[in-house]
């Protein structure tokens, strides 16, 4: 029997006609509520603190100073290159009231990925922060513009140009198969993964929600930073992730909410300070990611934190599938049910819809789903579906569990095997830092199964065969590593995702060494 999710399937209303007039209502219902807490910042610096009617001041001041001293007009593009800073979401919402995009740049890419990035879509001004400054100097030195350079407070009026239909983030994917594409977000499609994602989470102007993942990416961005402002929360942000200035943060301001991903979940476990942090704040912690290790949730669970597990992608806004608290325990490991106004159909390569329990590649359909890669590649079907390339299964009481990319998916001695499910077994072992499995090509099974591994310190000289025996009664054995090769890092995009081409090349060089 379906079970279904504690949330009306309908979609909720965008709160706002354009991302600017949101801003001004949430400016008008609370002025002097706490809107943006920069905990990086002195007491008393510029953007240190802002309320929402300061939001909106500096908001409407970018806008006036960037079309009349710089001649940003509508459908222009707008970088940025920084840490996260509360000047970036300022930026968001000037550039929509003018019409125009904000391109935030991942600070971690190299200067050829940003030059290309910057070829691509062509900004009229590249903004930075203090950190970056001196690589925006050099990447761009006619369009590099420092952010203290423009005023927090106006000096005039900007009438609102924004609507639903126009373009107002372009964010670049990671490219973990291939290069990099503009996903093409619009105010409505902004509002909408807003609407959601905050009644899912179920967030209100009581919330505190701690922000310690990049704002380049709409994880960081789009999950919770955005979803919060739109319900009158306030944010605290942190200019970076690090440890321990987030376990100081969850004592020191007592946040009821925050994102992590398995990364930093790890990181913050494994921290001195994790067992002495008192997490009572904490209503839930929500994590970006379509495979969570079950240690890591175990761990947060026994501190008496359920891990809300939220699926999505650059190009689905990206909160599509949800995991709420009240089902963290009895679902674990699975990513949850629709998000309100998400529809989920998994399919064959084919197209044609998959029988119940099979493995099918999710298609989604909502208002958050961008329709087109810059400048005009459409990103979804005829029917409006965004064809994932993750596949996943449905349980018969309705909720969805990734197994892998479909790119992932190797055939040994003529059976199906979804590397992600050998994966999340070898992370639960206290050998197993991280780890990849790919195939590689085999004279008698097609593609054997490799298992590459990167291990903690103190590993025994037998520690293949121990994560072997790991495997025995857990994974049937057609499933099981045919080779292990330990290395000391996984080739990663700058997100942090597992490069799957690149660990196979590097396969192939250490076996022709």
Not at 130 to 149: F, I, K
Request: proline share 8%; aromatic share 6%; with cysteine.
């Amino acid at each position: 029997m379906t079970l279904p999710p504690p949330w009306s399937p309908t979609a909720p209303d965008g709160p706002a006609p354009s991302l600017a007039a949101l801003l001004e209502q949430q400016a008008r219902a609370w002025p002097q509520a706490t809107a943006l807490r920069w905990c990086d910042a002195d007491p008393g610096a510029p953007w240190a603190q802002l309320s929402y009617a300061g939001l909106a001041r500096s908001a409407n001041a970018m806008a006036h100073t960037l079309a009349t001293d710089h001649g940003v007009q509508e459908g222009d593009r707008v970088a940025w290159l920084g840490l996260n800073h509360p000047a970036q979401i300022a930026l968001l919402f000037a550039l929509a009231r003018l019409g125009a995009l904000l391109v935030p740049v991942n600070h971690r890419l190299s200067p050829a990925e940003w030059s290309a990035l910057l070829q691509d879509c062509r900004p009229v001004k590249l903004l930075h922060d203090t950190p970056l400054a001196d690589a925006a100097r050099a990447l761009a030195p006619d369009l590099a513009l420092h952010v203290d350079g423009l005023p927090l407070n106006s000096r005039g009026t900007i009438n609102d140009r924004g609507t639903h239909s126009h373009p107002a983030l372009l964010v670049y994917t990671s490219g973990t198969t291939g290069t990099p594409k503009g996903a093409v977000h619009t105010q409505g499609n902004l509002l909408a993964n807003m609407a959601i994602a905050a009644q899912v989470q179920r967030m209100g102007e009581r919330d505190v929600v701690l922000t310690v993942l990049p704002l380049f990416h709409v994880g960081g961005l789009c999950i919770q930073t955005l979803p919060a402002l739109s319900v009158g929360a306030q944010v605290l942000l942190h200019s970076r992730f690090d440890a321990g200035a987030t376990l100081h943060s969850l004592r020191a301001h007592r946040p009821t909410l925050t994102l992590q991903v398995p990364a930093t979940l790890q990181a913050l476990t494994a921290h001195s300070e994790w067992a002495g942090t008192d997490l009572a704040s904490l209503r839930a912690i929500w994590a970006g990611s379509s495979l969570l290790p079950a240690s890591l949730i175990e761990v947060c669970h026994a501190r008496g934190v359920p891990v809300c597990n939220v699926y999505g992608s650059t190009e689905t806004g990206p909160f599509s599938i949800a995991l709420p608290p009240e089902h963290a325990h009895s679902h674990l490991g699975t990513c949850g049910w629709p998000a309100p106004g998400v529809a989920v159909s998994l399919r064959h390569p084919d197209g044609a819809p998959v029988e119940a329990g099979e493995v099918g590649e999710v298609w989604v359909r909502a208002p958050n789903v961008v329709q087109r890669y810059w400048p005009d590649l459409p990103a979804c079907d005829a029917d409006g579906f965004f064809h994932s390339g993750d596949l996943a299964q449905q349980a018969a009481d309705g909720s969805f569990t990734v197994v892998g990319r479909a790119k992932d998916m190797l055939i040994s001695g003529g059976e199906n095997i979804y590397p992600a499910e050998i994966e999340n077994l070898l992370v639960q072992h206290p050998l197993v830092l991280e780890c990849a499995v790919v195939g590689q090509d085999d004279a008698r099974w097609g593609e054997a199964v490799v298992a590459v591994v990167v291990l903690r310190e103190g590993a025994p000289a037998d520690w293949a065969a121990a994560l072997q025996g790991f495997l025995d009664g857990r994974l049937a054995r057609y499933k099981w590593p045919r080779r292990w090769q330990r290395v000391d890092a996984l080739p990663k995009t700058a997100l942090g995702k597992v490069q799957k081409p690149a660990v196979k090349a590097l396969l192939t060089r250490l076996g022709e060494a």
